[in-house]
């Protein structure tokens, strides 16, 4: 899973509104609204950390909280591979939160689920021209049982996923369905 790919879920299912997305030479800043309190909120993808552990130190930190403070953010989020100890106690001081490969945000299945139902109207609209009002409507999936759509495949995965309440993989199809998003979106504006 993409750390860029995490900080979009996290954007997603907090409800988090992206008004702009700047790479520079160590990753990715989310600049977002929360629409719920009107907090500026700064999810910073660190992909090329300084340090060669490949773990983000308390300079990566105290560089984001400087950024939070020139540019007025509520709120922050700094997401890496890993992260030092002593980067992990600096953020628990300053109140951003980490995200790392061994430490992501817990989400509700119900959440997640009802993201992903969002997220495949919006793309069978997309792809279609029109949201199915029952499963017969969808042309996705044949009657012997085969996909010819990604989008109802991982609509069907969902399903069958938030039955048996398996976050995990509710939040897998929640991320493919945010790639096909993005590179629908890059498609369109011609990237």
Known sequence: MSLELEAELIMAVRGYECE????WD???DFAAL????DDKVLLRVITEPETKSEAVGVDGVRKMCETMKHEHYDKGVLISKRFTESARKEMSQKSIQSVSVN????FKPDKLYLKIRN????LCKA???????KKSD?????SDGNYSCKIRLISDNAS?????????FLKRDLMRLLAISNSLNDQNNGD
């Open 20 to 23: 702009e997305r700047t790479r």
């Open 26 to 28: 160590e990753g990715i």
């Open 34 to 37: 929360d629409a719920r309190s």
């Open 103 to 106: 430490h992501t945000p817990r």
């Open 119 to 122: 997220y495949v109207d919006d």
């Open 127 to 133: 792809k279609c021209g029109r949201i199915p009002e």
């Open 138 to 142: 969808c042309e996705g999936k044949d």
């Open 160 to 168: 069958f996923h938030f039955e048996r309440g398996w976050t995990n």
